[in-house]
């Protein structure tokens, strides 16, 4: 048995809490890599329908140990008011863990990101204000808080004074905003401490036992490769690699031991936030597909602009993560179209293009070239093998396998954990 990594292909949003929800059962561990609460995961299973911002999606597997790794930026009270929400329903989190080197989210980084973003003004990206980027931006810079310092109250309470006295510098003179007390965030961090310590560990460690003991493992990604830092529609993208490769980087598991990687697509594509989208479609199609997809931000409730599937984009996400195969999400919300289409190029300036482009200016110039194909109008959700979808939902997949050159392991044909076609070849 072997490291799985579960990507997010797009820009996020593609589902990839009910595909770790659905793999859970096949692995030992879950180990969610990146991000922090701006990323939501909904699940909908036997407990109930969850949305997810820090818990690992493998917590309703009560064998299955569930880890926050060291690439998370982790908001203490949202964390543990989601542990206490789930408890609620009869889950057990006696097999949760946290990383002793996952950086905590500060009540400076979420006032810091509001008042950053006001200031951006029309360039605003579209961020969720809650202190995300700023908590990355101190932990590269090197002015970040580990869980492991909250650990020790002494450590802690001299590191906090000293850098909110340089945080408080940046509220006041700045932006002319008030002062935060150390005193009231010493406190008050200390209690999430005292509540947060049993979950707490060296789980680099753990994992890497694991690794050599032969342990199935799932890697949980957050957001989608086309919001990474490096390689997404920078400056619009998040803070952490949700990319493969920050699955290792951001569970401390080497890069040697991951053996499969499955990259999760949506039929369609979403977005939320600024930056640019060549297939969004701002028209009664992509009204439709948000309304039967109900294509709203489980974190922000905000509406996601939706479009047909962008195969260049797609070809590029399965380059740049080496992906090994497809998870293909949301097949039902096309059950009632009629034809389908699918961006196979871009038109730029008379010229076709092929490859997704770096420069932000060049990409908003180009023009989706569509590939037209016959919907199957009538519903799939009872379907549980490839072979039984209608020739026309066959031949849709087929072409975006061709299209994207990686095959289809996984298809989701229903939000709840059942409604799922898997295929022989998944390997996990």
Same mark, same amino acid.
């Given at each position: 048995?072997?490291?799985?990594?579960?990507?997010?292909?797009?820009?996020?949003?593609?589902?990839?809490?009910?595909?770790?929800?659905?793999?859970?059962?096949?692995?030992?561990?879950?180990?969610?890599?990146?991000?922090?609460?701006?990323?939501?995961?909904?699940?909908?299973?036997?407990?109930?329908?969850?949305?997810?911002?820090?818990?690992?999606?493998? &917590?309703?597997?009560p064998k299955v140990a569930c880890?926050?790794?060291?690439?998370?930026? $982790?908001? @203490?009270?949202?964390?543990?008011?989601?542990?206490?929400?789930?408890?609620?329903?009869? =889950?057990?989190?006696?097999?949760?863990?946290?990383?002793?080197? #996952?950086? =905590?989210? /500060? @009540?400076?980084?979420?006032?810091?990101?509001k008042l950053e973003e006001g200031?951006?003004?029309?360039?605003?990206?579209?961020?969720t204000g809650k202190g995300i980027?700023?908590?990355?931006? *101190?932990?590269?810079?090197?002015?970040?808080?580990?869980?492991?310092?909250?650990?020790?109250?002494?450590?802690?309470?001299?590191?906090?004074?000293?850098?909110?006295?340089?945080?408080?510098? &940046?509220?006041?003179?700045?932006?002319?905003?008030?002062? +935060?007390? +150390?005193?009231?965030?010493?406190?008050?961090?200390?209690?999430?401490?005292?509540?947060?310590? @049993?979950?707490?560990?060296?789980?680099?460690?753990?994992?890497?036992?694991?690794?050599?003991?032969?342990?199935?493992? +799932?890697?949980?990604?957050?957001?989608?490769? /086309?919001?990474?830092? *490096?390689?997404?529609?920078?400056?619009? =993208?998040?803070?952490?690699?949700?990319?493969? #490769?920050?699955?290792?980087?951001?569970?401390?598991?080497?890069?040697?031991? &991951?053996?499969?990687?499955?990259?999760?697509?949506?039929?369609?594509?979403?977005?939320?936030?600024?930056?640019? /989208?060549?297939?969004?479609?701002?028209?009664?199609?992509?009204? +439709?597909?948000?309304?039967?997809?109900?294509?709203?931000?489980?974190?922000?409730?905000?509406?996601?602009?939706?479009?047909?599937?962008? #195969?260049?984009?797609?070809?590029?996400?399965?380059?740049?993560?080496?992906?090994?195969?497809?998870?293909?999400?949301? /097949?039902?919300? !096309?059950?009632?179209?009629?034809?389908?289409?699918?961006?196979?190029?871009?038109?730029?300036?008379?010229?076709?293009?092929?490859?997704?482009?770096?420069?932000?200016? $060049?990409?908003?110039?180009?023009?989706?070239?569509?590939?037209? !194909?016959?919907?199957?109008?009538?519903? $799939?959700?009872?379907?549980?093998?490839?072979?039984?979808?209608?020739?026309?939902?066959?031949?849709?997949?087929?072409?975006?396998?061709?299209?994207?050159?990686?095959?289809?392991?996984?298809?989701?044909?229903?939000?709840?954990?059942?409604?799922?076609?898997?295929?022989?070849?998944?390997? =996990?």
């Amino acid at each position: 048995m072997s490291v799985i990594a579960v990507i997010g292909a797009q820009w996020g949003d593609e589902g990839k809490g009910k595909i770790v929800d659905l793999l859970a059962k096949t692995v030992e561990t879950v180990v969610r890599f990146s991000g922090g609460d701006n990323a939501g995961h909904t699940i909908l299973n036997s407990y109930g329908e969850f949305k997810l911002h820090l818990v690992p999606s493998g &917590i309703f597997h009560p064998k299955v140990a569930c880890i926050i790794g060291n690439g998370v930026v $982790i908001n @203490p009270a949202v964390l543990l008011e989601e542990v206490d929400h789930v408890r609620k329903y009869g =889950v057990d989190t006696s097999n949760l863990f946290i990383s002793d080197r #996952a950086h =905590v989210i /500060m @009540p400076y980084h979420i006032i810091l990101d509001k008042l950053e973003e006001g200031k951006r003004g029309k360039g605003a990206i579209g961020t969720t204000g809650k202190g995300i980027g700023p908590a990355f931006a *101190d932990k590269i810079a090197r002015l970040g808080i580990r869980t492991c310092d909250l650990l020790n109250k002494e450590q802690f309470r001299a590191r906090l004074s000293s850098l909110l006295e340089f945080k408080n510098d &940046i509220l006041t003179k700045i932006y002319n905003a008030p002062p +935060l007390s +150390l005193e009231s965030i010493y406190q008050q961090y200390c209690q999430y401490s005292e509540r947060l310590a @049993p979950f707490i560990k060296d789980t680099t460690y753990m994992l890497n036992k694991m690794v050599l003991q032969n342990v199935p493992i +799932l890697l949980e990604g957050a957001q989608g490769t /086309m919001l990474d830092p *490096d390689f997404g529609t920078y400056p619009y =993208v998040t803070s952490s690699s949700p990319m493969a #490769a920050g699955s290792a980087l951001g569970s401390g598991i080497s890069p040697k031991a &991951i053996k499969h990687i499955v990259g999760v697509f949506k039929a369609y594509t979403t977005r939320v936030g600024g930056g640019p /989208m060549p297939t969004e479609l701002k028209d009664e199609v992509g009204n +439709l597909i948000r309304e039967v997809a109900h294509e709203y931000g489980a974190t922000t409730g905000r509406p996601r602009r939706c479009g047909w599937l962008d #195969a260049v984009a797609g070809r590029y996400s399965v380059q740049i993560n080496g992906l090994t195969s497809i998870a293909l999400t949301r /097949m039902d919300v !096309l059950d009632t179209f009629s034809s389908i289409k699918i961006c196979t190029s871009y038109k730029l300036d008379g010229q076709t293009l092929d490859r997704f482009p770096s420069d932000l200016a $060049i990409l908003e110039k180009c023009q989706p070239i569509y590939e037209e !194909l016959p919907g199957w109008q009538k519903p $799939i959700g009872t379907i549980r093998s490839r072979k039984q979808l209608p020739a026309q939902a066959r031949n849709y997949i087929s072409r975006i396998e061709d299209l994207l050159g990686c095959p289809v392991s996984i298809i989701s044909v229903g939000a709840e954990r059942e409604r799922a076609i898997i295929a022989k070849r998944l390997v =996990v």
